[in-house]
């Protein structure tokens, strides 16, 4: 068998006897279909929303309206989705003042390039846009406190609006369980002491903050939450396939609307495990495996189907290097993962460091499997140096896990681990 794993715009690619291949897990996305066009698709679904309520019911004798949207850094299709909600929305209240804020959480600023991208010229040049920024602690304001004692600080805009609503997409997410809904709200529009009260060491480390997991997580019970008392009125969430394209969307209640959508997506995505002596996997290719920090997701679909010690190789090109030196340097310079857990879970929850969740499950992860990064040369020193072992193809990689795991080991695929839920 010729196991494919995508790499950077190309793909890593090595035979193996078909006796040592003892599964592949992959997601159904490619086999979702949309009926009718991305317009039509939003449309039906706003026409009829849980929880009965229209845009333009919900419009009605409202003074403010803020739009919660995505940033640059989420292929949210918003030109079939913000043109629809505009409309609505000034139909049920022509005189509505309408604000799209950029639900930039933890990211950097949206530029203007990126927003006309995003929404076409029509909406940047007329509409009245804002960016969240999380750093700047004027423009936010304290409405309450979360179930985990944190400060619930979000933008003013957000605060100060007679109707608050959100665009947004659903995919599986390594630790909320799931992207989309409340998820708007926080991180989204969230000031940092409250998106890094949410991403505590005690919350990453609950065994129910996983993918597809929602169910006693304690990131999406505060996410919930946040969601309520910013008093989020109404969503469209969409589902888009491997192009970017919305096949299925969500409308209405916000928390009735996104568990739809999760159900929905969780038919294409979960599947069983396939506990393998060896698990490979890859990022998704470019942009997704730009480096080494978000290739941690695709790690924890290996790790949910690896057995205890098994090698996980990764395949990621990390065209952009590291992701980030705090990430770097945590793991570069601690003695082991296992000493790196034990500061990281000493860590109070109002003293969360930017970026320490992702550090904590790479660290998670180094405590029960070696892993192999497939990646370019350039990066050898670095992944050395944090702990990881280094191979130039996917057929020496495969080689080194062998050595460790011996010449009949078994081996578990997972060729896109972002896009899988592993059922235990």
């Known amino acids: 068998m010729e196991i494919s794993i995508p790499y950077g715009r190309f793909a890593q690619t090595a035979i193996v006897p078909d006796d040592q291949i003892a599964g592949v897990l992959e997601s159904r996305i490619g086999a979702m279909k949309a009926h009718g066009s991305e317009d039509d698709i939003v449309r039906a679904a706003m026409a009829a929303p849980y929880g009965g309520a229209t845009l333009a019911d919900l419009a009605r004798g409202k003074r403010t309206c803020t739009i919660i949207c995505s940033d640059h850094t989420r292929p949210v299709p918003s030109r079939h989705i913000i043109p629809f909600m505009l409309a609505e929305l000034r139909q049920g209240n022509p005189d509505i003042d309408v604000t799209l804020l950029i639900a930039t959480g933890f990211h950097r600023l949206t530029t203007d390039a990126e927003l006309r991208a995003k929404f076409g010229d029509e909406i940047v040049d007329h509409e009245k846009i804002a960016v969240h920024d999380a750093f700047n602690a004027a423009s936010n304001v304290k409405i309450g406190v979360l179930p985990s004692g944190a400060d619930l600080v979000i933008d003013r805009i957000a605060a100060d609006a007679d109707l608050l ?178 500061e990281i879970l000493a860590v109070p929850q109002n003293e969360t460091a930017p970026d320490q969740w992702e550090v904590q499950i790479q660290a998670r992860i180094l405590m029960h499997h070696p892993v192999i990064y497939v990646t370019r040369p350039e990066m050898r020193a670095t992944v050395e140096e944090m702990k990881m072992a280094w191979a130039p193809t996917l057929a020496d990689a495969l080689d080194q896990a062998r050595a460790l795991a011996g010449a009949d080991a078994k081996i578990t695929v997972v060729p896109n681990g972002i896009s899988v839920i592993v059922r235990a």
């Open 165 to 342: 609503v959100s665009e947004g997409f659903i995919e599986p997410h390594f630790f909320a369980g799931f992207s989309g809904g409340r998820k708007s709200v926080l991180p989204g529009v969230c000031d940092r002491v409250t998106v890094l009260g949410n991403h505590c060491s005690a919350f990453i480390a609950s065994p129910h903050a996983r993918t597809g997991v929602l169910a006693g997580n304690p990131l999406h019970r505060d996410m919930v939450d946040a969601a309520r008392q910013a008093r989020l009125a109404y969503i469209v969430n969409v589902v888009i396939d491997e192009d970017k394209r919305t096949v299925a969307a969500f409308a209405g209640d916000p928390f009735a609307a996104h568990e739809a959508g999760t159900e929905f997506l969780r038919g294409y995505c979960e599947v069983p495990a396939i506990p393998g002596d060896i698990v490979v996997t890859g990022n998704g290719g470019a942009p997704l495996d730009q480096n080494m920090y978000q290739c941690v997701k695709s790690q924890t679909a290996a790790e949910a189907t690896a057995k205890d010690g098994a090698p996980i190789v990764i395949c990621a090109e990390c065209a952009d290097g590291t992701g980030g030196e705090g990430f770097h340097a945590a793991l570069r310079d601690c003695t082991d993962a296992a000493s790196l857990m034990d």
